[in-house]
């Protein structure tokens, strides 16, 4: 059976996502929905968040352990290396990003993205939370030219789509410039944007819902 990815193209873990299967090369469908709570989409996935994952043994969801199962299929090339510490410091990463930088930033979305004011302690809150999500991962990522040096990993495909949400979530509601204050953040982003797979999924999300 061909992997059905269901969510959306606006969706950052979505794109995530979808980038590794097409790295990879791997027949996928992509089956357009929403994040819900109907009960029909939550037998797939049990939070109603997107994206999840159709296989030929059932449904997966969390962006992370859809990496490692397409990783574990041993299709197309993998994006982590060989050595068990190297590969565990590229999870590290993609851990620190999902934690400590994603989630903080996250709460921001609604006023940044939908329209829905946060509260000055909102703001109050997540502000020194993503001061020690950015200084830590930048502790963690070498940037030399990639997060994990110099072979691309899967921590890049992650940070495309989870770092410029964030960047644009601090400039637009913290009015916090880090990509003036990081510029390795746009420099690697830019490295990234080159890559067949990322234009396409840009395309299609500039194109769809
Ligand atoms: N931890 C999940 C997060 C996925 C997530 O938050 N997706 C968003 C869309 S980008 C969503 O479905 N939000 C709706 C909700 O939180 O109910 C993952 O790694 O896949």
Same mark, same amino acid.
């Given at each position: ?28 469908? $992509? ?66 990003? $999902? ?94 944007? $080159? ?15």
């Amino acid at each position: 059976m061909t992997i059905k990815l269901y969510g959306m193209p606006l969706s950052n873990y979505y794109n995530m996502v979808k980038t590794v299967l097409l790295e990879k090369g791997m027949d996928f469908e $992509e089956v357009l929905v929403l994040p819900n709570q109907e009960s029909d989409y939550l037998a797939k996935s049990p939070m109603g968040k997107v994206p999840a994952m159709e296989t030929e043994q059932g449904f997966l969801t969390e962006t992370g352990v859809m990496i490692d199962y397409l990783d574990s299929l041993g299709q197309g090339e993998s994006f982590y290396p060989a050595d068990p510490f190297e590969k565990a410091k590229v999870q590290e990463i993609i851990r620190y990003l $999902e934690l400590y930088i994603e989630l903080p930033a996250r709460r921001l979305y609604g006023e940044v993205f939908f329209g829905r004011p946060a509260t000055v302690e909102l703001k109050e809150e997540v502000k020194p939370q993503l001061e020690k999500g950015f200084a830590s991962f930048n502790r963690l990522a070498k940037f030399s030219p990639y997060l994990c040096g110099d072979k691309l990993t899967y921590a890049d495909f992650y940070f495309r789509f989870s770092m410029n949400l964030a960047m644009t979530a601090c400039k637009r509601a913290l009015d916090w410039d880090v990509a003036a204050e990081m510029p390795r953040n746009n420099e690697l982003i830019a490295r990234l944007d $080159e890559r067949a797979s990322i234009m396409r999924v840009l395309a299609d999300q500039k194109k769809k819902v």
